[in-house]
């Protein structure tokens, strides 16, 4: 053994040794703090005998930790992740109650409730310990790094010539453009700000009409996100309820793009998908809602899940945050509640445990599993972090919820931009995000009704007894009921009987929400109806919607001019004179191709209906219980951002514009093959059915890394 492997072996033996001599001291500490806890036995001990005791103790702990605990976790798999989040504090004090039960003369003893929480404070010094020792060496903190995902370096990296770089695309889910610029500005973004600094291009680009994940998403992955008209929709030859989030509907328009491109997608070729709806292509894929459904023996979905909780340090640190994440939520609504903010919805129920999951649990392991990709050297990376959409839904685009939430976005993405200092080939990491958010007061706070009940009424159905009152008691809320009025040939329930539905019957119409889009659609008429056709059904229905204060416009099919767009005031303009200058104006530049493009699509609904969008304040109104919004036209939820390093091609020409989501995949396509990297290919790929199967909660990387440690400062700064 050469002298550089002594001295190795020696430095290992040396932070061992350490890890094993600062966990007894935390031990001697715990025991003089807590009562339940015991390290002598009844009739005392000498303060050698003690810490020798502890030695006992702490050594059996990391014992256990480092083979039984994996075991453990893996017997788990099937638990759901939020809950096996929850049982890591039991399981880790589970096991320092048997590491107690092994010291001799049973000197060591506590509460169930006490080694929960010594377990906790242990793993997470053993772990800063370890980490603090780690950082100081590179090339130990280099192999904890590889050893921890499971892949070793090359034994002369010398010998092995310099790879083309891989390229790591990170999705800001729902963080738009102007409110990246912002949080820059404001100081709470470091890592995107030095990155602009540095000479990093900052792009806007603008959505289809349907600004929402799924259509953005498979149009960036896929190239293709034609005949997704919203977030959900009606289909009228199958008749299905198309839900972009759902696995079935995922998997469904993932096929149909993949058929339609004859394309794998832009992940083809040694890809890994992490967090997505969409593989991409990928063989790698972890929290990837395509292959959510699948069952059979190959489903391995827990997998990403095991590598993550198989280092109890990581457990006890996500679990911990995930109870502090709910805690904040809580005390954010509570604070919202008192103070009486406008617009405000509702918060409560398992809100809280839905947010901690999507801005701890998911941003853990994802961002963990992108720096196993990393170190893995794997070509192309795509990770959607989907931590601000989830909290600006409810707490509104802008303020200090989603404050918060975008300073913890920047330190992962910092994060992920120094592990990539350590992998061994060099990596250009692009920012982009899917949509942004518009925020507003929901349709249903603004005029007391729901776009639901609004369409019932112009049908002559029964409504809900809320269309009476409006929480807000805004003059538009009485000019929207005035309007409801005046169109229907019945009078509004206003009694004192218990709301309910009637039950559905295939004459009555399908009314759907994507944000501030809406979708009208009848089941028992087989075509996309036209205006004739409805008004000779309800003659008041497309005159109720178009004359509402809260809608902006309809569009809806003619068989006099193919299709038009309706508005206030008796406005009626054929789809194919549409103009930005016309009703569409108050929307931006490109409302009228997107809206367009959607009317071309076989399951566009009978009446599309957009929201009104009031350009000074920003705001649209959501036919959700959404105070921050996206789905439609109208607002900063239709202007994402791409951030690509100096190094790659510019995104678009000097005073060109970047639009659409297919038009983006081009763009990341182009990327990919620039400096030598891969080729996606082009000719037709397997049904993405037949991909690898891993649930939403699983992955195929083989380990991955805790997501809040240092890493060595860089020696060139």
Request: with cysteine; hydrophobic share 40%.
């Given at each position: ?7 190795g ?22 025991a003089a ?16 005998r003690?810490a020798?005791?502890a ?16 075991l453990?976790v893996?017997?788990?798999l ?6 096996l ?14 590491a ?17 929480v010594?377990?906790?404070v ?16 590179d ?6 790094l590889?050893?921890?995902?499971g ?10 010539p ?41 792009t806007p680009?603008?959505t ?10 498979l ?10 008209p919203?977030f ?20 469904e ?32 894929v ?31 640190r ?5 109870v502090?994440?709910v805690?904040?939520e ?43 990709d ?23 685009p802008?303020?200090r ?24 080939r ?23 009704l729901?776009?639901k ?6 049908c ?11 929480r ?54 087989p ?10 059904r309800?003659?008041a ?45 108050v ?18 609904a009978?009446?599309?209906v957009?929201s ?14 959404q ?8 607002g ?15 995104p ?20 990919l ?24 909660s ?13 890493v060595?400062p860089?020696?060139?700064?």
């Amino acid at each position: 053994m050469g002298y550089g492997r002594w001295r190795g072996a020696g430095r290992a033996a040396v932070r061992v040794v350490s890890v094993w001599a600062v966990s007894t001291a935390t031990l001697l500490v715990l025991a003089a703090l807590l009562p339940d806890f015991q390290l002598q036995s009844p009739d005392g001990d000498s303060l050698t005998r003690t810490a020798l005791t502890a030695a006992w103790a702490a050594g059996a702990f990391g014992l256990l930790t480092a083979l039984v605990w994996p075991l453990v976790v893996r017997a788990l798999l099937l638990v759901p992740a939020l809950v096996l989040g929850m049982l890591v504090f039991f399981l880790n004090g589970s096991l320092l109650l048997v590491a107690l039960w092994l010291i001799p003369d049973g000197r060591g003893a506590a509460d169930p409730e006490t080694a929960v929480v010594v377990a906790a404070v242990m793993s997470a010094v053993a772990s800063a310990t370890s980490t603090a020792l780690a950082v100081r060496d590179d090339d130990a903190y280099r192999r904890r790094l590889y050893r921890l995902t499971g892949r070793t370096r090359p034994r002369d990296p010398r010998s092995v010539p310099v790879p083309a770089p891989g390229t790591v695309f990170l999705q800001l889910d729902g963080v738009g453009h102007e409110v990246l610029r912002r949080a820059v500005d404001d100081g709470l973004m470091p890592t995107v700000a030095g990155w602009l600094e540095a000479g990093y291009r900052l792009t806007p680009w603008r959505t289809d009409w349907s600004s929402q994940t799924g259509a953005s998403q498979l149009g960036i992955l896929h190239g293709s996100n034609e005949d997704v008209p919203a977030f959900r929709w009606y289909e009228k030859d199958t008749g299905r309820l198309m839900v972009s989030n759902r696995p079935a509907s995922a998997v469904e328009l993932q096929r149909r793009a993949v058929r339609r491109t004859g394309d794998g997608g832009l992940l083809s070729l040694d890809g890994a998908s992490r967090g997505n709806l969409f593989s991409g292509g990928a063989d790698e894929v972890a929290l990837v809602l395509t292959v959510a459904a699948r069952r059979g023996r190959r489903n391995r979905s827990r997998a990403g899940y095991f590598a993550y909780f198989s280092d109890p340090a990581n457990a006890v640190r996500t679990a911990g945050s995930l109870v502090n994440e709910v805690v904040r939520e809580v005390v954010q609504s509570t604070r919202a509640r008192l103070r009486r903010e406008t617009p405000r919805i509702r918060r409560g129920g398992t809100y809280p445990f839905v947010r901690a999951f999507a801005t701890v649990v998911e941003r853990d392991v994802v961002v963990a599993a992108v720096m196993g990709d990393m170190l893995a050297g794997r070509t192309a990376v795509y990770a959607d972090l989907v931590a601000y959409d989830e909290v600006a839904h409810h707490s509104g685009p802008r303020g200090r919820d989603t404050d918060q939430v975008l300073r913890r976005l920047d330190r992962a993405v910092g994060l992920i931009a120094r592990v990539a200092e350590h992998a061994p080939r060099p990596y250009r990491i692009v920012l982009l995000s899917d949509h942004g958010q518009s925020p507003g007061e929901t349709f249903e706070g603004a005029y007391g009704l729901t776009l639901k009940d609004l369409v019932r009424a112009g049908c002559g159905l029964p409504v809900s007894r809320r269309v009476g009152r409006t929480r807000s008691g805004a003059e538009a809320g009485d000019a929207a009921r005035d309007a409801l009025r005046s169109a229907l040939h019945r009078p509004v329930e206003t009694g004192e009987e218990t709301e309910r539905e009637l039950p559905a019957r295939p004459s009555e119409p399908v009314v759907l929400a994507s944000g501030n889009l809406g979708l009208v659609s009848f089941p028992d008429v087989p075509h996309r109806m036209t205006r004739e056709e409805i008004d000779r059904r309800h003659p008041a229905l497309l005159r109720t919607l178009a004359q509402h204060p809260g809608i902006g416009f309809l569009l809806v099919a003619s068989e006099a001019h193919g299709s038009v767009v309706l508005a206030r005031d008796g406005v009626e303009v054929p789809v194919a004179e549409l103009a930005d200058d016309g009703p569409l104006a108050v929307f931006g530049r490109g409302a009228a191709d997107a809206v367009r493009r959607t009317d071309g699509f076989p399951h566009v609904a009978d009446v599309m209906v957009n929201s009104m969008y009031d350009p000074a304040a920003g705001t649209v109104h959501a036919f959700e219980e959404q105070i921050g919004s996206h789905g439609g036209l109208g607002g900063e939820q239709a202007h994402p951002f791409l951030l690509s390093p100096p190094e790659l091609s510019p995104p678009v020409g000097e005073g060109e514009e970047l639009v659409g989501a297919e038009r983006v995949h081009r763009v990341l396509r182009r990327w990919l093959r620039e400096d030598d990297g891969p080729q996606v290919p082009l000719g037709p790929s397997a049904d993405p059915a037949d991909a690898p199967e891993i649930s939403p909660s699983g992955t195929e990387v083989e380990s991955v890394l805790p997501v809040e440690w240092p890493v060595p400062p860089d020696k060139n700064h």
